[in-house]
């Protein structure tokens, strides 16, 4: 028995030690390496750093759930719920907000691990596994969403393990129990990021186009469907408890105009922007950087493409160039998408399509080698990749920088301000604020807006502002800040403040300067209750 236990030890060293012998191996777990170095510099640079709006309101909700709170607040049915969700246990074990932003960082990294899976299934190349691993690892907007507790990231994350399923289940058709697992993981990326379920419309038109009636047909796919609605169920169900006139209604917000342009949106002018921003989304802000990768992507679409033009009578007769067609689609898909809804280009959009993007530029590379391996390998070898660690290194760089300006701002500002009025205020105190989910989470105190009455109202008129400030006694301190200084209303609160300033006054200020002269967060005290 002894002797049988022995053996089988020496034979999984044997299996290892030819494993780790395999070049393919050797890159993936130094892309990994790196991949968990950089995003553990991201990490150490921001776990203090305070919250932005969107990430105070996911936080806020989280502490809302986990503690009970009974503040009067809305919640916006358009943000997503599960990173919420996920926060709860993290905040009821007394890590708090520290944990959350671990596992983000986690997240971060099985990301780069994901990709090399999703784009080394769907391009059917180890390599370009490999290479979109890699840029997934040294991507700059990666990297900067590492240090924000926000949906994009792990959605990303899950979105992969999303393609690297549907890939092998429903393209290579080789069991359909992946189709279950892809639409799974479907509902957890949708569930984080809502606004990735617009995929679902490339997606189901490609599955469509290559099976037509028969997609009705299969019970596997009806099988995914359940599982689908199953995993979207927490989802639905805060839907309908929140909103039951009309909880799918609110939940689109087509008829309350949140898409159209008199709500920031940029509409039919965004598109093109969304097209040109490429350059600056792929690649960073230095131009070696851009002239590197965006450079091998458009190399990687002239070859990817090309037989869609010169072969476009083969197209319904080749799953190869139907699955080319749909990538294409895709692509242009979302970027009208974003371009049409977004009030400027968030460079968070393009993660949405990155396998495909690095995919492509893995193409563009490895064509580019092969060109110049045909004159001299060594030579090859040397200038690619001496062009990736240029184009890593000011990648990184500027995902570095980018997070190094970001995390000492004026938010941490509202986070100070925040946390003085918990240790400053009663628990049964109104702060009155723009600043309205970072306080909410920060002091653990109700909070009243100028701008909102809830997500359909943006802001209140001077005579509402008036009348709440006067009549309401719980209302004990005001927040003003030069960050969340939006709308009419905040315009209308500063009035408010100086229009009483015999009951009303500034008990603490932040300045953004060491000599105070800018003051970026004031908070004033009303004194008569």
Not at 92 to 109: A, D, H, M, T
Not at 249 to 278: N, Q
Not at 424 to 441: L, P, V
Request: aromatic letters at 18%; glycine letters at 6%.
């Amino acid at each position: 028995m002894e002797k049988q236990s022995n053996e089988g030890i020496k034979e999984r060293k044997k299996k290892i030690q030819t494993w780790l012998k395999n070049p393919y191996v050797i890159l993936f777990i130094l892309i990994i390496l790196l991949a968990i170095i950089l995003r553990v510099i991201i990490f150490s640079k921001t776990t203090s750093q305070g919250l932005w709006w969107d990430e105070a309101e996911y936080m806020a909700k989280a502490k809302y759930i986990a503690y009970g709170y009974d503040w009067i607040d809305f919640w916006n049915p358009h943000k997503p719920i599960l990173l919420s969700l996920i926060a709860v246990p993290i905040f009821l074990s007394g890590i708090g907000e520290i944990g959350v932003r671990f596992l983000i960082l986690i997240l971060s990294i099985a990301g780069v691990i994901f990709m090399y899976f999703a784009a080394k299934e769907f391009f059917n190349s180890k390599k370009i596994g490999l290479f979109s691993a890699f840029l997934m690892a040294i991507y700059w907007v990666h990297l900067f969403f590492t240090g924000r507790i926000l949906v994009g990231l792990p959605a990303t994350t899950f979105f992969l393990l999303f393609w690297f399923f549907f890939t092998k289940g429903f393209i290579k058709k080789q069991n359909p129990k992946y189709i279950w697992l892809a639409a799974f993981f479907f509902g957890i990326g949708f569930m984080i990021r809502v606004v990735y379920g617009m995929m679902a419309i490339p997606i189901f038109l490609y599955a469509l186009y290559e099976e037509k009636l028969k997609i009705f047909k299969d019970k596997n796919n009806w099988i995914a469907l359940g599982i689908l609605i199953l995993t979207l169920s927490p989802m639905l169900i805060f839907l309908i408890s929140s909103y039951p006139q009309d909880p799918i209604g609110e939940f689109i917000g087509f008829k309350h105009h949140r898409f159209s342009e008199s709500s920031g949106a940029m509409g039919f002018s965004g598109i093109p922007k969304y097209f040109t921003g490429l350059v600056y989304g792929i690649a960073g802000q230095f131009p070696i950087s851009k002239w590197i990768f965006f450079g091998l992507f458009l190399i990687g679409c002239l070859i990817y493409f090309s037989d869609l033009v010169f072969a476009y009578d083969r197209i319904s007769k080749s799953k190869r160039l139907r699955k080319k067609l749909f990538v294409i689609f895709f692509i242009i898909f979302l970027f009208f998408v974003w371009g049409y809804t977004r009030a400027y280009v968030e460079q968070r959009d393009y993660l949405s399509m990155a396998v495909f993007l690095f995919g492509i530029s893995g193409i563009g590379f490895f064509r580019l080698k092969s060109i110049i391996s045909q004159y001299d390998k060594t030579l090859a070898f040397i200038l690619m990749f001496g062009l990736l660690l240029i184009g890593a290194y000011y990648n990184i760089d500027w995902g570095i920088k980018l997070t190094e300006v970001k995390a000492i701002s004026p938010y941490n500002s509202i986070k100070e301000a925040g946390l003085w009025l918990k240790e400053n205020s009663n628990e049964n105190d109104i702060i009155y604020t723009t600043a309205r989910k970072q306080i909410m989470y920060y002091a653990d105190r109700e909070v009243l807006d100028p701008m909102a009455v809830d997500y359909k109202t943006p802001q209140k008129t001077p005579e509402e502002i008036d009348e709440e400030l006067k009549n309401n006694k719980n209302i004990k301190f005001i927040e003003m800040d030069v960050i969340e200084k939006r709308y009419p209303a905040s315009e209308y609160l500063y009035n408010w403040i100086q229009n009483n300033s015999e009951i009303v006054k500034p008990i603490i200020t932040w300045y953004a300067d060491e000599q105070k002269t800018q003051p970026v967060v004031v908070i004033y005290k009303l004194m008569d209750r």
